[in-house]
């Protein structure tokens, strides 16, 4: 079943900035699709997070109905930090 994801404005945004470091929206869906380790956030959100570089991961805040993901932000961070 394939996921049908959608973006913030928000998330668009952080998308387009972090670009420059390699974030796009195929490493967002394989995030989310297959990530190393998924965490509960507020609100019945959740984060995936997966390697970014060596030093960092790229972590995925969204909301999963069905199939159907709505992602609110994205960022990078340190692995040290939540892993």
Request: proline residues 4%; negative net charge.
């Amino acid at each position: 079943m394939a996921l049908e994801l959608r973006f913030t404005l928000h998330a668009e945004e952080k998308l387009s900035r972090l670009s420059k470091v390699g974030v796009t929206r195929g490493k967002v869906t394989e995030i989310i699709e297959s990530p190393e380790q998924i965490v509960a956030g507020y609100s019945g959100r959740k984060i995936a997070q997966g390697p970014l570089t060596d030093d960092l991961l790229l972590r995925v805040v969204y909301e999963e109905t069905g199939k159907d993901v709505l992602v609110i932000t994205l960022y990078p961070a340190e692995r040290g930090r939540y892993e």
